[in-house]
């Protein structure tokens, strides 16, 4: 099976969300290590909507 970029994407934010809930439960949800972490995996996830729309036009 041929990986797509979108299909990495996928997993890598798979990855990310576990690791947020992991940072967030030993950090706390306002500290500055999750909220960085969750501005990377917000931009991730936008990488993904604008690749997934594309694909579809």
């Known amino acids: 099976m041929i990986c797509t970029e979108a299909d990495e994407l996928e997993s890598r934010i798979n990855q990310m969300k576990k690791n947020l809930i992991q940072i967030a439960e030993e950090t706390s ?24 729309i594309d694909n579809i036009q």
């Open 29 to 52: 949800l306002n500290s500055y290590d999750t909220l960085c972490y969750s501005q990377k995996l917000d931009e991730l996830i936008t990488i993904y909507q604008k690749l997934k």
